[in-house]
């Protein structure tokens, strides 16, 4: 009798500890949660672009001599029109002298055969010499004159060549590494050219986007959109420009079609051959309804988040993600503003699942989850 009472006893501790558990239930799941909010968001295409100088000269040398001076330390912004390179000048100013003075004496002696051709002409008429004495004249009068209009082109020519000699900037920019040092000879139009600008002001980058993204592009052929970069090296500063050009084809081998972008680059943020984050502003849109992106879980049925209920439960609430911008998700259908969704945590919970906000909680907040 007394064996039995001892086991019964033994029965009830074990009966009594899991009636106490089922009275307080599962323990609540910690979980992190966001308001479903309206934000106005870009509509917008992100790609990937270069950066690329929206004019690039090569300058090169149109005569052949010693280098002089080199006006400009390499890396210098210049100017158009200033002075860059002095090749020697003095044989092409002994060709121009040279020039000069074979003009004159061409010019001196057109001069007599057209007084003396006239002179002939006028004996012709008299019959003082014949006729063919006077074509001779003539003749040699229309030789000289021919030649010193050929003077005349050499001349030029010469002048040229000594402007030639003296380099000055085609354009604005930034130039590069400076390729043939003064005492060196070059040569006219040498394939290495003494150094190349680059316009950084304004500037161009270039990118694609999937032709299933240009419909939306073309229907705004008319306007100026508004193209945002930003560098790798300080992520956090965006340049703005505007779109200048689309393709008029779409690359088959990729299936994209080429834009540029023209940015001022008043403060030469952006730099020719570097990668650039782009992104093409479309428009706004007006009152979106956003979550945190990490908020959406995705099943074979489709998108969801657990949305947390007034007595303090999960649901699962299936949603249409209409778009991702940054962190956030744009909700088309599912859910409305104010709601509380979790952001973290979803792993662990299970429907009508009980939750433990982590984080502090408004008062508004904490009066919709029941304790």
């Known amino acids: 009798m007394v064996r039995s009472l001892v086991c019964c006893a033994l029965l009830a501790v074990p009966i009594a500890a899991c009636s106490s558990r089922a009275a307080s239930g599962p323990p609540r799941v910690p979980v992190s949660v966001a308001r479903v909010e309206r934000q106005d968001l870009p509509y917008a295409i992100d790609a990937t672009g270069t950066v690329e100088p929206i004019r690039t000269v090569d300058v090169t040398s149109q005569v052949s001599g010693m280098l002089q001076r080199v006006r400009f330390v390499e890396g210098d912004e210049v100017t158009p029109g200033q002075l ?17 003075a074979v003009l004159s004496r061409d010019l001196a002696q057109a001069g007599n055969a057209a007084r003396d051709a006239e002179r002939y002409r006028a004996l012709a008429r008299d019959k003082s010499v014949t006729e063919q004495d006077y074509q001779q ?4 009068a229309d030789a000289l004159r021919a030649t010193v209009r050929a003077d005349s082109a050499a001349l030029t020519i010469a002048r040229l060549n000594l402007e030639y000699a003296t380099i000055r900037a085609p354009i604005g920019g930034r130039t590069g590494g400076l390729l043939v040092h003064e005492g060196n000879l070059v040569r006219a139009s040498a394939a290495t050219p003494l150094v190349t600008i680059n316009q950084l002001r304004p500037i161009l980058v270039r990118f694609a986007i999937p032709a299933l993204q240009l419909p939306p592009v073309q229907q705004r052929s008319g306007a100026e959109l508004r193209v945002e970069a930003r560098v790798a ?12 050009f689309v393709d008029n084809h779409v690359d088959s081998a990729t299936g994209t079609v080429l834009l540029k ?6 403060d030469a943020a952006l730099w020719p051959g570097e990668f650039v984050d782009v992104t093409l502003i479309l428009g706004i849109q007006t009152g979106a309804t956003v979550i945190p992106a990490q908020a959406v879980m995705t099943a074979q049925r489709g998108a ?10 999960v649901r699962q609430q299936p949603v249409r993600v209409q778009r991702t911008v940054d962190s956030l998700a744009v909700i088309a259908e599912g859910l409305a503003p104010g709601t509380l969704v979790v952001t973290d945590g979803q792993l662990r919970l299970t429907p009508d699942a009980r939750v433990e906000i982590r984080g502090a909680l408004g008062t508004e907040d904490s009066a919709r989850v029941a304790p």
Do not use: C
Not at 84 to 100: G, W
Not at 261 to 266: E, I, S
């Open 304 to 313: 969801y988040v657990f949305v947390i209920e007034a007595d303090g439960t």
């Open 233 to 244: 090296r300080d992520s956090a500063r965006t340049t703005e420009g505007v779109l200048s």
């Open 84 to 100: 860059l390179f002095v090749i020697d000048r003095r044989p092409y100013e002994a060709a121009m002298q040279q020039a000069e």
């Open 137 to 140: 004249k003539q003749a040699t």
């Open 261 to 266: 972008a023209r940015f001022l680059n008043a």
